[in-house]
């Protein structure tokens, strides 16, 4: 394995540029878990919460657990109630939302509203079963869509209002939204008439603009809008001996389309803050992920951003980050190269600046796909 991960690195150094951005390096926290149980991140607000699963080791991989990590210290918000039970997404409150199956066979995924009290989850009410919530923003407002359909409407959930459904404009197709803004701008997938996936931005006037930039039906990635309407996503071009070729894209109403690197990010990841920092995860041909962020207009492997001063500096690899905030915080996972553990990890940056190794654009990466419910043990090397 430490071969494997040094060739990488090896290779990153020789394809560093002769005049490097700046970047922050990273101290690193281990976001630790439960016995027999891997790590999985989702999301990270602006007090440093994180949210994610604990995920079981057992061949299955079941049950899953939703997982708080407030201040380093874990909250298991399902306990053992809940066959399956997975955190989406938390906002600047602890607000927390997510789905969950009561029982192994259970049909229908349900959602939850988690409002800061381990006996507070409030399920919203929905036309039909199998709903999940996929975004919340600081106004406790949900966007729900149904599990794996497009629809014509939108609906908004929060504690106030109810379930508000949003109808769209005349001659606009079935939709699938993903994330909301304090702003209420929504944005999401739907399916155009070549039968592929498209982007599409709702505005607070009620607009509907459709993204230029599509990919397989079947792939079915996350693209999310910050607080100041600039939507990050991931679409998959192709689908070549069991993996996706996925191309990760920024796109506002401004500037328009920008692609980042072919073979950037996989469906749980292209997550943005404010501070237009894009985090997510390449792979390669060999089942090796690597977590990544966006940052000064480059593409930089986490790894070589770790601060050479930390105690964990060389004892892990940084497999995937699945959210960053408005400071610049980033929750993420890791693997320990001599167990091969799996492990949750929060990075804070340093604030000193050094000229870092981007990730090579030329290595031909390949995507490893993933879903939100379906979790598959990495390969061990």
């Given amino acids: 394995m430490l071969r494997k991960y040094a060739a990488v690195a090896a290779l990153a150094i020789a394809l560093t540029p002769a005049a490097a951005l700046a970047v922050p390096t990273y101290s690193i926290q281990v976001l630790e878990g439960m016995e027999g149980y891997d790590t999985r991140t989702t999301a990270i607000n602006d007090s440093g919460q994180v949210v994610g699963a604990m ?9 899953v657990r939703s997982i708080l990590w407030n201040d380093g210290n874990l909250v298991d918000l399902a306990g053992s109630d809940y066959f399956i039970h997975v955190a989406v997404d938390i906002n600047n409150s602890g607000q927390i939302i997510g789905g969950y199956y009561d029982s192994e066979g259970d049909p229908y995924i349900k959602s939850y509203f988690w409002n ?4 507070n989850i409030t399920l919203p009410e929905v036309p039909t079963p199998s709903w999940l919530p996929y975004g919340v923003n600081n106004h406790g407002q949900v966007v729900l869509a149904p599990n794996g359909v497009f629809a014509n409407k939108i609906h908004l959930w929060s504690q106030a209002d109810g379930l508000t459904p949003i109808d769209m404009p005349e001659g606009t197709p079935d939709v699938y939204p993903t994330s909301i803004n304090d702003a209420g701008q929504i944005v999401g997938w739907f399916e155009n008439q070549d039968g592929d996936l498209q982007a599409f931005f709702r505005d607070t006037d009620g607009s509907f603009h459709e993204l230029p930039i599509t990919g397989l039906r079947y792939y079915l990635g996350t693209v999310e809008i910050n607080e100041n309407g600039l939507v990050s996503g991931t679409v998959a071009e192709d689908y070549i001996d069991n993996e996706f070729i996925t191309t990760g894209f920024n796109w506002s109403l401004e500037d328009g ?12 990841s292209a997550h943005r803050s404010n501070n237009d920092q894009v985090v997510g ?3 390669n041909s060999e089942e090796n992920t690597f977590g990544t962020i966006w940052d000064n207009e480059e593409l930089f492997l986490l790894d070589n951003l770790v601060s050479l001063e930390d105690p964990l500096f060389g004892l892990l690899s940084i497999t995937r980050a699945s959210g960053v905030n408005n400071l610049g915080q980033i929750a993420a996972e890791g693997i320990l190269l001599e167990t091969g553990e799996q492990i949750g990890l929060l990075l804070t940056p340093n604030g000193i600046y050094i000229a870092p190794v981007p990730a090579p654009g030329a290595l031909g990466l390949l ?3 993933a879903g939100l419910l379906i979790y598959r043990r990495r390969k061990q090397i």
Avoid: W, Y
């Fill in 55 to 63: 995920v079981s080791q057992e061949a299955s991989n079941l049950p």
């Fill in 116 to 119: 800061g009290s381990l006996n």
């Fill in 257 to 268: 389309l920008t692609i980042l690197d072919k073979g950037s990010f996989e469906s749980s």
């Fill in 281 to 283: 995860m390449i792979g």
């Fill in 367 to 369: 995507i490893c796909g």
